[in-house]
């Protein structure tokens, strides 16, 4: 069984920075891509960035391109999400996914 924990968000004022974890259990972190969606109040979830299991390979909504780093640390079955020059558009609620698992998701605000 695999159980995501995603921390990080709150609250920050336009053009600031948040930075997103993602902490798996069990094995399967190391060896799956692994993605951040968000949604925000009225919208449907929608990709954010996804990265290779080897974290070879990157990809961004191009919403995010620019601002956005994925990253991840299989030593530590902990994924992140580098999030700079925020936007109050980015205001959404931020989850983690492996193939089949999400997390419970985290509030990120932004103000203008």
């Known amino acids: 069984q695999v159980r995501l924990v995603e921390s990080g968000g709150g609250l920050v004022q336009a053009g600031g920075s948040l930075r997103l974890t993602c902490a798996a259990s069990?094995?399967?972190?190391?060896?799956?891509?692994m993605t951040w969606f968000r949604q925000a109040p009225g919208k449907e979830r929608e990709f954010v960035a996804h990265?290779?299991?080897?974290?070879?390979?990157?990809n961004y909504a191009d919403s995010v391109k620019g601002r956005f780093t994925i990253s991840r640390d299989n030593a530590k079955n902990t994924g992140y999400l580098q999030m700079n020059s925020l936007k109050p558009e980015d205001t959404a609620v931020y989850y983690c996914?492996?193939?089949?698992?999400w997390g419970q998701g985290t509030q990120v605000t932004v103000s203008p």
């Open positions: 990265i290779n299991w080897s974290g070879t390979v990157t």
């Open positions: 069990g094995r399967l972190f190391s060896s799956v891509t």
């Open positions: 996914n492996l193939p089949a698992y």
